[in-house]
């Protein structure tokens, strides 16, 4: 698959979802199991993307300055800074660290 | 004229859809940064319209996952707009351009506008002016992100793929804050160190994600 037919795929299946969930009725998708799984999978997914965008590099794990800059992110998310701020202070705290040479 | 309610979700709905549109600016930079062009990193922004899904969509493709786990990936993520489209289904009401363009902005923002909302018509009004003003405003910035992104070299060295981690814990943070939530969280992130070295690449995301459904399906059993 080339990168652009694996957006427009990606795209419509996106799409296609948003779309599909206004003809199921709703008896169907209120349902609590439904709704707690769908919660569990988009929570593992996320938990599993932070991890590879922090440690992997290809398909090694490597540690490097982006752990430090998680750990500001978290540290910030737990006082409630605003989400731009939390991605612009880990891109800033892993850019410095890696400047002065004390992470790669 | 305006009640009261009508303009708490008027400011609600700005105030979300300007702190949002903001970060469009990294997901554009990131997307480059990634290996996506301008157009392709634009058609995730227009035609997908899912943070979630759009950041593993490019989060992905700069590890060199293979296309079928891309999609996988960004179409499991996007399971969970079906179900707020499901919610938002009376609030938007008939009419099929309506519910085709509400299906469109149908992302966590908008849901959680309108249903943070009592009145009928402020629920209206949040969805829409959300969904609207987070589209107009998330393409606008992904447009800038992606033509700066560019100009910028080495992603590394600005500390873009440190943000894209940010990004990611943003996502997850709000959904972590009981406990089987983060135990499922820790699980999922154990089982991705592990299959990272081991797995083909996109296939970690994957295992994951089976094994967050495996947990929802045991705790069901537990607590029916």
């Known amino acids: 698959m080339t990168l652009w037919t694996t957006i427009l795929i990606a795209s419509a299946v996106v799409l296609g979802t948003k779309l599909l969930g206004y003809l199921v009725p709703a008896s169907v998708a209120a349902h609590p199991r439904i709704q707690r799984i769908s919660d569990v999978l988009t929570v593992a997914l996320l938990a599993s993307l932070v991890v590879t965008q922090t440690v992997a590099t290809g398909s090694a794990i490597v540690v490097d300055a982006r752990i430090a800059a998680l750990v500001v992110g978290a540290v910030l998310l737990r006082i409630r800074a605003p989400f731009i701020i939390v991605v612009l202070t880990a891109a800033a705290v892993a850019a410095v660290l890696r400047v002065l040479g004390w992470a790669a | ?224």
């Open chain 2, 1 to 224: 004229m305006t009640s009261s309610p009508v303009r708490a979700s008027v400011s609600m709905s700005l105030g979300v859809a300007a702190a949002v549109s903001l970060y469009g600016i990294s997901f554009g930079a990131l997307a480059v940064a990634s290996g996506l062009d301008f157009w392709q990193t634009q058609v995730l922004s227009l035609f997908m319209f899912s943070g979630g899904s759009q950041f593993a969509v490019i989060g992905l493709a700069a590890t060199g996952a293979p296309g079928l786990s891309i999609v996988t990936a960004a179409g499991l993520l996007g399971v969970r707009n079906g179900l707020y489209a499901v919610r938002m289904s009376s609030v938007v009401g008939p009419g099929f351009w309506k519910r085709l363009l509400a299906g469109h902005w149908t992302i966590d923002e908008s849901t959680a506008v309108a249903i943070a909302q009592t009145e009928p018509r402020a629920q209206r009004i949040g969805f829409w002016l959300t969904g609207g003003a987070i589209f107009v405003g998330w393409n606008a910035m992904t447009a800038a992100g992606a033509i700066l992104g560019d100009a910028l070299g080495d992603p590394r060295t600005w500390g873009l793929d440190a943000a894209a981690a940010a990004a990611f814990l943003g996502l997850l943070w709000p959904r972590i804050q009981s406990r089987h939530p983060a135990a499922v969280a820790a699980v999922a992130a154990v089982i991705t160190v592990l299959t990272v070295p081991t797995a083909p690449a996109g296939l970690p995301v994957l295992i994951a994600a089976a094994a967050g459904i495996v947990m929802a399906l045991l705790a069901e059993r537990r607590h029916p």
